[in-house]
């Protein structure tokens, strides 16, 4: 089953708009981790947010904010006053338990900022 | 914050001959790296934990004769592609993180590696 599920392949935004990007997460774990990370056409991994399970209050890092719904086991991400800058791959994982485990991704989520 | 680097990123070679890409973490001890590849227009796929000073943990289905790692030390891991076929073309990516324990601490990515064997 899919640990980490990406249901848009593809958004566009205008600029200067908001957006949310939809994840879905699998686990039965009481300790994980989310993360969001952004890879631009040059292929890098671009770190931008992290939520622990335990945390009580939504991520938010600029114009990043995770909004964590535990129960539902949703964490999107969304990107306030988009830039043309901000298009690019966007890349939801999870990390499950308290050891050095690797990231879990989804597919993906591709985001066009149309000017 | 913390650098992980990775060479070459970009390498092109003949079927049958063998790739080796470089993974080192830059201003930390990373007990463990961990190996991606990425196909085009798809998502990043765990290859390999490398693990410093024993032996790598495969995923399902890689082959472990073809892709060879080696974490010989704290701060460097390689990968090496051995008689590399145009089924091998991807990109590579190596990951570390700075925490050994909790559920905090982000991964680091190198820039990646694109192979083309031709």
């Known amino acids: 089953a899919q640990k980490i599920t990406q249901t848009q392949p593809g958004m566009f935004v205008q600029e200067k708009e908001a957006v949310t990007l939809d994840c879905t997460y699998d686990t039965s774990d009481p300790s994980y981790g989310l993360f969001w990370y952004k890879q631009p056409s040059s292929g890098e991994m671009i770190f931008l947010i992290y939520?622990?399970?335990?945390?009580?209050q939504n991520a938010t890092e600029g114009r990043y904010s995770l909004n964590f719904q535990k129960a539902r086991k949703s964490a999107n991400l969304v990107i306030s006053a988009s830039q043309l800058g901000d298009s690019a791959m966007y890349f939801c994982a999870m990390r499950e338990g308290r050891g050095n485990t690797p990231l879990v991704f989804g597919k993906g989520t591709r985001l066009s900022v149309i000017a | 914050g913390a650098v992980v680097s990775q060479h070459p990123s970009r390498v092109i070679c003949k079927s049958g001959t063998s790739v080796k890409i470089e993974c080192r973490s830059l201003d930390f001890q990373a007990t463990t790296m961990f190996w991606y590849r990425q196909f085009p227009k798809q998502s990043l796929m765990l290859m390999a934990t490398?693990?410093?000073?024993?032996?790598?943990?495969?995923e399902q289905g890689v082959e472990k004769d073809k892709f060879l790692i080696n974490h010989a030390s704290l701060t460097l891991s390689t990968l090496t592609v051995t008689s590399a076929h145009p089924e091998d073309s991807s990109f590579y990516i190596c990951?570390?993180?700075?925490?050994?324990?909790?559920?905090?601490?982000?991964?680091?990515f190198g820039e990646g590696s694109r192979l083309t064997v031709l």
């Open positions: 490398s693990n410093e000073g024993s032996k790598a943990t495969y």
């Open positions: 990951s570390a993180r700075v925490f050994a324990g909790g559920i905090g601490g982000e991964l680091f």
């Open positions: 939520q622990g399970s335990y945390d009580q």
